[in-house]
């Protein structure tokens, strides 16, 4: 039976070069007077370390460093990736032989994700409920955590947040009532393979249904990973056709699985379609790889998007621990293209569910240029209920950051409705009633307030 899993990994590997820069390419992109300046000499000349200022105020060999624009042409800064100490001291311990050049390629990240019961054991300790799920299979959801995502993974703890989020366990074979398969009622929403049109004026286009690390509460579980979303031109091309015939749409969602696991190319292709289509205006492109596969957000993919702009793009983070320099360089890259940055998280039980934890993780994406935007209600997926929490911990964790932090840093708290009725804003209980020809209200420190607000006929 074919693996579609290794089919998608080959196919990045035969579709795409290498990500990085030679010297040759870095010296191609300087402007005119700096062109001459960095040239090598002859081959026969051992090449000069030219030394180039990093933003932390360290030197850099230029032989060794990957170009990325700023500013798109004017200033160019040679600038290594950044790797935090848990991730270095993983690299060390389980990829010794495995160079920087490698670590930092998203397709050998992606091509060398820890997916067997054999490989887990040799990095972390697994609890039986994990090694029970591993050994029996048969879950709607593959397994699959890319090396990067593995090292901020506790190797001891199988209660860890991000642990608990890509390593199966038991509790994902119970099925309580209520649950479904497609919660959402995609399926029923879909006028062709892989579209999705919910909204009068909205479109969730899905453009293939591999991940680099697969989220054990994913919502499409029943599809993803499975091979039946392949992005073909053929499919993609009844997708456009469909949207050329509904000027109704001018939202499109990119998703998946994850687009950025498409080369660079063909996400360039599939937004060109679009925007060749007159009626669609925003363009959106929903992603988790800042966060699992940070490697993938390169100077090349940025560059690939940039002609498409208007471009908003949507960020899966779960917890503070996610936000590595890694990942901060890799918002970073996306926010100096112009990329408007919103995250959409999904309240989980035993991994999100607090104030504190839920404050930490608003502060490091702002910080990160990433606006908090939806808190998501974890969807009746089959088998999820050890990671749902009730609404009432949600709409309390939306009280204890509204009026406590900045605006900006409160999402939205939403419910997406089973059977596809779309997502519904909850908040806490504000308007405490009428009185008088005013509005009751209640304000982030639990005092009462009346605004004026007559009863007009």
Not at 423 to 428: E, R, T
């Amino acid at each position: 039976m074919t693996d579609y899993n290794d089919v998608y990994a080959a196919a990045i590997e035969a579709d795409e070069e290498p990500p990085g820069t030679t010297v040759k390419k870095a010296i191609a992109v300087l402007p005119p007077a700096l062109r001459t300046r960095f040239t090598p000499p002859a081959p026969a000349t051992p090449p000069p370390l030219v030394e180039l200022e990093l933003r932390t105020g360290a030197a850099l060999p230029i032989e060794s460093a990957p170009v990325e624009m700023m500013n798109h042409a004017t200033e160019t800064s040679m600038v290594r990736r950044p790797e935090g100490e848990r991730t270095r001291e993983f690299r060390e311990r389980f990829y010794p032989q495995v160079t920087t050049a490698q670590w930092d390629d998203w397709r050998w990240q992606a091509q060398n994700r820890v997916r067997s019961l054999e490989q887990f054991e040799r990095m972390v300790e697994l609890a039986p409920f994990e090694r029970e799920a591993l050994q029996q299979g048969g879950t709607m959801l593959p397994v699959g955590v890319t090396p990067y995502y593995m090292s901020l993974l506790d190797p001891t703890d199988p209660y860890q947040p991000l642990r608990k989020t890509v390593l199966p366990s038991t509790a994902e074979f119970v099925r309580t009532p209520g649950e479904a398969d497609d919660p959402l009622g995609e399926d029923g929403h879909s006028p062709v393979p892989g579209l999705v049109h919910r909204y009068p004026d909205r479109v969730l286009l899905l453009a293939l249904d591999f991940c680099s690390t697969y989220c054990r509460y994913c919502t499409r579980s029943r599809v993803v990973g499975h091979g039946e979303i392949a992005p073909s031109d053929a499919r993609l091309e009844k997708i456009f056709q469909y949207l050329q015939n509904s000027p109704q749409v001018r939202d499109v969602l990119i998703s998946g699985g994850d687009p950025l696991a498409l080369k660079d190319e063909k996400l360039a292709y599939i937004l060109r379609r679009l925007r060749e289509i007159p009626h669609i205006e925003f363009v959106r492109i929903g992603t988790k790889m800042p966060a699992v596969l940070p490697q993938r957000i390169t100077p090349e993919l940025v560059n690939a998007i940039r002609p498409y702009h208007p471009i908003w793009m949507s960020l899966h983070f779960l917890h503070p621990d996610e936000c590595t320099p890694e990942s901060k360089q890799a918002c970073e890259r996306l926010a100096d293209a112009g990329i408007p940055l919103g995250s959409q998280t999904v309240l989980l039980k035993g991994v999100n569910d607090n104030v504190e934890t839920m404050k930490q993780l608003t502060h490091k994406l702002l910080m990160n240029r990433v606006r908090p935007y939806y808190l998501y209600q974890c969807d009746p997926i089959s088998g999820s209920a050890h990671f749902r929490t009730s609404v009432a911990k949600g709409l309390e964790i939306i009280a204890g950051l509204r009026g406590h932090t900045t605006g900006y840093a409160v999402p939205t708290y939403v419910i997406d409705a089973p059977g596809g009725g779309g997502k519904i804003p909850l908040q806490p209980d504000a308007v405490v009633g009428r009185e008088d020809g005013h509005l009751v209200l209640r304000n982030f420190e639990g005092k009462l307030f009346r605004y004026p607000d007559p009863d007009v006929q």
